[in-house]
T-cell receptor, first 114, second 112 residues
């Protein structure tokens, strides 16, 4: 596709529900990142994939958060038993090569947990 | 945790004026990047400056990097109302894994 695509754009969940957020990166991009952005703050790193390998998951806040990229393309961020503090915008970004060159971001998925 | 700190947190100027935003960071870096985010949208890459570079230009943007002071500045010249957005610096720390660490951002408002 032309850019990084994320779905859903908006998700409202009741506390305790599981949610899944999808990211479709730019075709051919090797690296994929997930960030969490709270209102009025900068993006906070969650996890990083190089192709299908999850090389860094140090930013995942708890074991309720799980990400995968099984075929090295589309990625899914899953949050189990959502809590109110999980409310945020979840941003996906991809880049062409390894390492930290220019990142291309999607529009984000805004999660609201009631 | 966030490595970069932008200053000021908010900036309001008139169209045609220049806008300067500063970023300070804590650890040695490979490169520093600036991104822009319109309200409710994703981030858009503006410019990347490597640790061995001191200044870089792109259109109306000028970025400086002072590694001795661990700081960078972004200058937008002849600002336009369409420049209204939040601006973030992001660093690629040396010796860390391959990820960008973002600051909290500067919210710029350009009044027509």
């Amino acid at each position: 596709g032309a850019g990084v695509s994320q779905s859903p754009r908006y998700k409202v969940a009741k506390r305790g529900q599981d949610v899944a957020l999808r990211c479709d990166p730019i075709s051919g991009h090797v690296s994929l990142f997930w960030y969490q952005q709270a209102l009025g703050q900068g993006p906070e790193f969650l996890t990083y994939f190089q192709n299908e390998a999850q090389l860094d998951k140090s930013g995942l806040p708890s074991d309720r958060f799980f990400a995968e990229r099984p075929e090295g393309s589309v990625s899914t961020l899953k949050i189990q038993r959502t809590q109110q503090e999980d409310s945020a915008v979840y941003l996906c970004a991809s880049s062409l090569g390894q390492g930290t060159g220019e990142l291309f971001f999607g529009e984000g998925s805004r999660l609201t947990v009631l | 945790s966030q490595q970069g700190e932008e200053d000021p947190q908010a900036l309001s100027i008139q169209e045609g004026e220049n806008a300067t935003m500063n970023c300070s960071y804590k650890t040695s870096i490979n490169n520093l990047q600036w991104y822009r985010q319109n309200s409710g949208r994703g981030l858009v890459h503006l410019i990347l400056i490597r640790s061995n570079e001191r200044e870089k230009h792109s259109g109306r943007l000028r970025v400086t990097l002072d590694t001795s002071k661990k700081s960078s500045s972004l200058l937008i010249t002849a600002s336009r109302a369409a420049d209204t957005a939040s601006y973030f610096c992001a660093t690629d720390p040396q010796g860390g894994s391959e990820k960008l660490v973002f600051g909290k951002g500067t919210k710029l408002t350009v009044n027509p």
